[in-house]
């Protein structure tokens, strides 16, 4: 009989309830056993809501959990760094939203604790599982559309503004839609293409006041092999479930409904006409879930492991620098 993964959730987003309990649900090789929230009264009626067994309010009392063995951490971008690196050093696996820090050095430290205390630490990348993401990857590597040109993607939604709410605090988000969204198209195109971005240009829409992050942020990405990309991102108009298009000298790929557990559709247009590609109807979440046991089960690194995580942070603020200085950065692939 294969061995069951007992897990712990840290924090209580949307994402929590609308996917990832549901994902552990239907794993055959998962079971939520503990939930952690700030007020103890709201954990255990949570708990009670979702027939979870424990519930906590420290990270202290669930690290010291000996039946916990996998933590999936889902509170604002500013906690990432400390719950990680405090579960990890109670020999927890770590399985991260995005973003995975605020900063540099704190991605490090992240790292390190994992590597120290021999856990798995994943970030929650999960569209690299998407199977329109995965089907053009593989077209790229089969050079579908011949020599590449650039590219272009991009993630929006409409998101009120709240001066209340963390999403717009930057010391607790560490941004706006760049931050949010924008890191998963960065990760999306690295993930495709194989290669490191080596500079970044980027403009935005500021907020009404300095406390707030911006509205919309344009960013433009060179690779290493010269590649152009563009990443839009925005919190000011409609969700379309996510772009990207990818232009060749042989034709053009279009994926849509990229950024979105739903199916999506991917084409290649060609001088002669449109063709349709066919893609399975995966639950990415179920799938991202499934492939972290199987990295703790076999010891192996994730497919976004803390170190990949690592370098879309650099381009992220690699991004809001542009947006500052005016002027395009060299990023330090150190």
């Known amino acids: ?73 889902a509170t604002p971008p500013f906690l990432h760094h400390s719950q990680t690196v405090k579960l990890a050093n109670y020999g927890k696996h770590i399985l991260c939203e995005k973003p995975m820090a605020l900063s540099i050095e704190e991605c490090k430290n992240m790292i390190d604790a994992a590597s120290k205390n021999r856990v798995k630490l994943m970030i929650g990348h999960c569209f690299r599982f998407h199977p329109s993401v995965e089907k053009i990857r593989e077209l790229i590597g089969k050079k579908a559309i011949g020599q590449i040109a650039y590219t272009r993607t991009s993630f929006t939604f409409l998101f009120p503004v709240d001066p209340h709410s963390w999403y717009y605090k930057p010391e607790m988000s560490g941004g706006g839609p760049m931050m949010d969204v924008g890191i998963h198209c960065i990760d999306t195109l690295r993930y495709i293409f194989g290669k490191k971005v080596k500079s970044v240009y980027a403009t935005s829409k500021p907020g009404k006041n300095k406390t707030q992050v911006e509205l919309t942020m344009l960013a433009s990405l060179n690779f290493e092999n010269d590649l152009k990309a563009l990443v839009e991102c925005s919190f000011e108009t409609i969700r379309t479930g996510g772009v990207l298009e990818i232009y060749g000298s042989g034709g053009i790929i279009r994926g849509e409904r990229i950024y979105e557990n739903k199916k999506g559709t991917v084409s290649i247009q060609r001088e002669e006409g449109k063709e349709s590609i066919d893609v399975r109807d995966d639950d990415i979440y179920t799938v991202e879930i499934d492939h972290f046991i199987e990295c703790i089960k076999e010891d192996r690194e994730p497919l976004i492991s803390g170190k990949e995580s690592l370098e879309d942070i650099r381009v992220v603020l690699g991004a809001y620098r542009s947006c500052e200085t005016g002027r395009r950065v060299n990023l330090n692939q150190e």
């Open 1 to 73: 009989m294969s061995m069951v993964i007992n897990w712990a959730i840290v924090g209580y987003a949307d994402i929590v309830t609308r996917q990832i309990m549901r994902a552990m649900e239907e794993s055959k090789e998962s079971r939520l056993v503990a939930l952690l929230r700030r007020d103890k009264l709201e954990a255990k009626k949570t708990a009670k809501q979702y027939e979870i067994e424990k519930y906590y309010d420290n990270v202290e009392d669930l690290g010291k959990d000996k039946d916990v063995q996998a933590v999936y951490i």
